[in-house]
């Protein structure tokens, strides 16, 4: 389904991977793993061909569904309900048989009216063999499923939020593979990228069962371990530290007992490599004290260089980025106040009369099911967004810090370092060169663009300029997404011993237990209540 032979990819001159051979196969449910910037991502948009490799050959055969961090939606004005029929072209059938349905009512001339009867009739056998009256229902039950109310499917993209819009996307490649709604019996190969961003808990339950019972080709990208775990029946590692592609014909448990394995092997390999070769070099240099002896020391110190060079290369640690939140900067008692607060797009109104409160120093978790405004309130607070009524009111000293969730805080055509110098203009060039190397940028990645990172490395670059903002109101809109386990130990240790205001949204049980919230607002309503174990439980639902 997918051969790419001879396959490299590049970062700038940074090598991604060497040249590798892989193959995507009908029933290989593979997961795509290893650390932020290891070029995940770059591989799947290459084996996906939107990207092109530095280096090999790729072969595709039968449809290929994609689903990149950041999807592109194509026209906003286009209902999500169309956007979904679109994958199997029903959205214009539909459209053109409603057309010709209307010119045989409409229609006087009988010549013309019997074109139009035939028309309607190839339209509608065309409608029948792509699934259908079935199909509607279909497209409506997958998008159910991924947590998308029925309401939301008339609306034009434009009116959805980043995470519906994101979801709207997964379902039109969900209903692109399945014949029946319930797994794929297609040879579609599903290329997804972070698919589980913006799930709630039954969702994300919900897309396991879908892809464990998917008979096409698969390879997923997830930090969701669980997912994994279900799902996968191959692993690709890809280790950044060599630039190779690690395969592995087993599930993730197994997968992980193997990589445990190989990295002792190594180590005791090497261990007793080292030692032998020590005790070689220690011999040869006696040797070569004596004439008559140096042909025999140059053989020695030979085989000792030998010895370590047929290693397995030992695998690097990996290096974390030093992810710490901005000392607050002073401000008064309350620093930022909303009152009122409504908002509606078109006819779906998405919450109304929120009125609240941040004191300096204050944590609130902001809880709703997806839709119901969490993103919208936190982009009104910042100010990049106008309510239909009520305001936002600064308070004495206010400085505000906003982390979005579809990083539309980056310029994506500006390069990493015109991103941060953006965020900070009135930095030292040496203070940003060390900020930036903090959080793993460096050399030839300072220049290059923010729209070709991946999304745990777009995050990273998100956080880096919060933490040169001296913020003491931070927004976060699902600050752990796309991170791997130890960034996102990072970002979590950063909550923690943050002193200034959050205001956080979030679908992580450890991020709220990480930042011991004294209040919660809950959505739509905009109720405000305090915080309490009880809530806990609806934060992966919400």
């Given at each position: 389904?997918?051969?790419?032979?001879?396959?490299?990819?590049?970062?700038?001159?940074?090598?991604?991977?060497?040249?590798?051979?892989?193959?995507?196969?009908?029933?290989?449910?593979?997961?795509?793993?290893?650390?932020?910037?290891?070029?995940?991502?770059?591989?799947?948009?290459?084996?996906?061909?939107?990207?092109?490799?530095?280096?090999?050959?790729?072969?595709?055969?039968?449809?290929?569904?994609?689903?990149?961090?950041?999807?592109?939606?194509?026209?906003?004005?286009?209902?999500?309900?169309?956007?979904?029929?679109?994958?199997?072209?029903?959205?214009?059938?539909?459209?053109?048989?409603?057309?010709?349905?209307?010119?045989?009512?409409?229609?006087?001339?009988?010549?013309?009216?019997?074109?139009?009867?035939?028309?309607?009739?190839?339209?509608?056998?065309?409608?029948?063999?792509?699934?259908?009256?079935?199909?509607?229902?279909?497209?409506?039950?997958?998008?159910?499923?991924?947590?998308?109310?029925?309401?939301?499917?008339?609306?034009?993209?434009?009116?959805?939020?980043?995470?519906?819009?994101?979801?709207?996307?997964?379902?039109?490649?969900?209903?692109?593979?399945?014949?029946?709604?319930?797994?794929?019996?297609?040879?579609?190969?599903?290329?997804?990228?972070?698919?589980?961003?913006?799930?709630?808990?039954?969702?994300?339950?919900?897309?396991?069962?879908?892809?464990?019972?998917?008979?096409?080709?698969?390879?997923?990208?997830?930090?969701?371990?669980?997912?994994?775990?279900?799902?996968?029946?191959?692993?690709?590692?890809?280790?950044?530290?060599?630039?190779?592609?690690?395969?592995?014909?087993?599930?993730?448990?197994?997968?992980?007992?193997?990589?445990?394995?190989?990295?002792?092997?190594?180590?005791?390999?090497?261990?007793?490599?080292?030692?032998?070769?020590?005790?070689?070099?220690?011999?040869?240099?006696?040797?070569?004290?004596?004439?008559?002896?140096?042909?025999?020391?140059?053989?020695?110190?030979?085989?000792?260089?030998?010895?370590?060079?047929?290693?397995?290369?030992?695998?690097?640690?990996?290096?974390?980025?030093?992810?710490?939140?901005?000392?607050?900067?002073?401000?008064?008692?309350?620093?930022?106040?909303?009152?009122?607060?409504?908002?509606?797009?078109?006819?779906?109104?998405?919450?109304?009369?929120?009125?609240?409160?941040?004191?300096?120093?204050?944590?609130?978790?902001?809880?709703?099911?997806?839709?119901?405004?969490?993103?919208?309130?936190?982009?009104?607070?910042?100010?990049?967004?106008?309510?239909?009524?009520?305001?936002?009111?600064?308070?004495?000293?206010?400085?505000?810090?906003?982390?979005?969730?579809?990083?539309?805080?980056?310029?994506?055509?500006?390069?990493?370092?015109?991103?941060?110098?953006?965020?900070?203009?009135?930095?030292?060039?040496?203070?940003?060169?060390?900020?930036?190397?903090?959080?793993?940028?460096?050399?030839?990645?300072?220049?290059?663009?923010?729209?070709?990172?991946?999304?745990?490395?777009?995050?990273?670059?998100?956080?880096?300029?919060?933490?040169?903002?001296?913020?003491?109101?931070?927004?976060?809109?699902?600050?752990?997404?796309?991170?791997?386990?130890?960034?996102?130990?990072?970002?979590?240790?950063?909550?923690?011993?943050?002193?200034?205001?959050?205001?956080?949204?979030?679908?992580?049980?450890?991020a709220v237990d990480a930042l011991e919230p004294e209040r919660v607002i809950l959505l739509p309503d905009g109720t405000e209540d305090h915080w309490s174990d009880d809530y806990r439980e609806l934060v992966q639902l919400a």
């Amino acid at each position: 389904m997918i051969t790419a032979s001879g396959l490299e990819l590049r970062a700038g001159s940074r090598v991604l991977l060497g040249q590798t051979t892989l193959r995507v196969q009908p029933g290989d449910r593979i997961g795509l793993v290893g650390r932020n910037g290891a070029g995940k991502t770059t591989t799947l948009r290459v084996l996906a061909g939107e990207g092109e490799p530095y280096a090999g050959e790729m072969r595709h055969t039968g449809e290929i569904g994609y689903l990149p961090q950041d999807p592109r939606e194509g026209d906003l004005s286009v209902a999500a309900r169309d956007r979904v029929l679109s994958a199997r072209g029903l959205d214009v059938l539909l459209r053109d048989m409603e057309k010709a349905q209307n010119a045989m009512a409409e229609l006087v001339d009988d010549a013309a009216r019997d074109r139009a009867v035939r028309r309607y009739g190839t339209l509608e056998e065309r409608f029948s063999s792509l699934g259908g009256y079935a199909a509607e229902s279909e497209a409506a039950r997958i998008c159910a499923n991924l947590g998308l109310e029925e309401r939301v499917l008339p609306q034009p993209l434009h009116t959805l939020s980043g995470g519906q819009r994101r979801r709207i996307e997964l379902a039109r490649i969900l209903f692109a593979a399945s014949e029946s709604g319930a797994g794929g019996r297609s040879g579609t190969t599903l290329l997804l990228d972070e698919p589980t961003n913006h799930l709630d808990a039954d969702s994300v339950n919900w897309l396991r069962g879908f892809l464990k019972a998917h008979e096409g080709g698969l390879v997923v990208i997830s930090h969701d371990v669980d997912l994994l775990d279900e799902v996968v029946n191959k692993v690709w590692f890809l280790d950044a530290t060599r630039a190779e592609l690690d395969s592995y014909n087993m599930n993730w448990k197994r997968y992980l007992d193997a990589r445990a394995t190989d990295e002792k092997r190594r180590r005791r390999e090497r261990a007793n490599a080292e030692k032998k070769a020590a005790a070689l070099r220690q011999q040869a240099a006696k040797l070569g004290a004596k004439a008559t002896k140096a042909v025999a020391a140059k053989n020695m110190a030979r085989r000792a260089e030998q010895m370590l060079a047929n290693l397995d290369e030992e695998r690097q640690a990996d290096r974390v980025a030093r992810i710490t939140f901005p000392s607050p900067a002073s401000c008064g008692r309350t620093p930022l106040t909303a009152e009122g607060l409504s908002k509606s797009y078109g006819s779906l109104e998405i919450f109304t009369g929120v009125d609240l409160a941040i004191d300096r120093g204050s944590k609130v978790v902001v809880l709703g099911l997806n839709g119901a405004g969490k993103t919208t309130l936190l982009r009104l607070l910042a100010g990049l967004e106008k309510p239909d009524t009520g305001k936002v009111v600064p308070g004495h000293g206010l400085r505000l810090g906003y982390y979005a969730q579809e990083h539309e805080t980056l310029d994506h055509e500006a390069s990493v370092w015109e991103n941060t110098r953006h965020l900070a203009p009135d930095a030292g060039a040496q203070e940003l060169r060390n900020l930036l190397g903090s959080f793993l940028f460096s050399g030839e990645q300072l220049d290059q663009p923010a729209g070709t990172l991946s999304g745990g490395e777009k995050t990273r670059l998100a956080l880096a300029g919060l933490v040169s903002s001296a913020a003491n109101v931070l927004l976060l809109d699902e600050p752990t997404n796309n991170l791997d386990p130890a960034s996102r130990a990072q970002v979590l240790d950063a909550l923690r011993s943050y002193g200034g205001a959050v205001v956080l949204v979030t679908h992580d049980p450890g991020a709220v237990d990480a930042l011991e919230p004294e209040r919660v607002i809950l959505l739509p309503d905009g109720t405000e209540d305090h915080w309490s174990d009880d809530y806990r439980e609806l934060v992966q639902l919400a």
